[in-house]
């Protein structure tokens, strides 16, 4: 995934994230429109908003959470088409994906970025 990133969207701007891409539904607390810089928000690439209050960030259930989202990204027509859509934005340049979760490792962006990778060695 030389071309696709992954950064909270609270972390400063920097001129290599190239197209900067917002995939939450919600738009995260104390941060200006300006100050994210963003290209796009993309909010079909999120897990739909029932999926999200399950998961609620509790770690102990990501990993049905991940299931969960996979399926929604594999078989929502607007999800898979996000999907797509970032995989071919990021074609030609870079593309940094921006979340609010505060976990690193227990939120949707990292499981997007799975979907991503799968699709993208088909």
């Known amino acids: 995934m030389k071309n696709i990133f992954l950064k909270r969207v609270y972390e400063p701007v920097d001129e290599a994230d190239g197209q900067r ?10 941060i200006s429109k300006e100050e994210a ?4 928000w993309l909010k079909d690439a999120a897990p739909s908003t029932e999926l999200r209050k399950w998961f609620g960030h509790l770690p102990e259930r990501f990993e ?8 929604e990204l594999r078989t929502n027509e607007q999800q898979s088409l996000a999907v797509d859509q970032i995989i071919e ?3 030609n340049r870079p593309v940094t994906l921006l979340y609010g979760a505060k976990d690193p490792i227990h939120n949707h ?3 997007l970025m799975e ?4 699709r993208m060695d088909k």
């Open 21 to 30: 891409i917002l995939i939450d539904r919600l738009w995260p607390r104390g």
């Open 37 to 40: 810089r963003l290209t796009y």
């Open 64 to 71: 049905e959470f991940q299931s969960r989202y996979l399926h």
């Open 89 to 91: 934005w990021s074609s």
């Open 109 to 111: 962006a990292q499981v």
């Open 115 to 118: 979907e991503l990778i799968f």
